[in-house]
Nanobody
Framework: VQLQASGGGLVQAGGSLRLSCAAS????????MGWFRQAPGTGREFVSG????????DYYDSVKGRFTISRDNAKNTVYLQMNSLKPEDTAVYYC???????????????WGQGTQVTVSS
């Protein structure tokens, strides 16, 4: 499975970005999908996850109410809509796929290359 993330960039605090992750090489509708991020000098942290059906969703506490994860199984793509961005959201964002339909944060098998999100104050 190959994952290609896009949509990162530089935005002012309070702004919005929409990340996309296109998947290929597998049956996308069977994969649980997620977004993680890694800021300089820190470890990778879970941001959001979505089940293979799109029904179940989960968010890291600090992004609840601001970020929305969604997927389009017909387009083999998962999205992360990020609103009310804060400087502390600055990180490289990675999409990930799991063979589990509703994976735990440690159950992701495939990773994309990452897209940089920078939020200026």
């Amino acid at each position: 499975v190959q994952l290609q993330a896009s949509g990162g960039g530089l935005v002012q605090a309070g702004g919005s970005l929409r990340l996309s992750c296109a998947a290929s090489g597998g049956t996308f509708s069977r994969f649980g999908m997620g977004w993680f991020r890694q800021a300089p000098g820190t470890g990778r942290e879970f941001v959001s996850g979505i089940s293979s059906s799109g029904i179940m969703k989960d968010y890291y506490d600090s992004v609840k109410g601001r970020f929305t994860i969604s997927r389009d199984n017909a387009k083999n793509t998962v999205y992360l809509q990020m609103n009310s961005l804060k400087p502390e959201d600055t990180a490289v964002y990675y999409c990930a796929a799991s063979t589990a339909t509703w994976p735990r944060t440690t159950e992701y098998d495939y990773w994309g290359q990452g897209t940089q999100v920078t939020v200026s104050s």
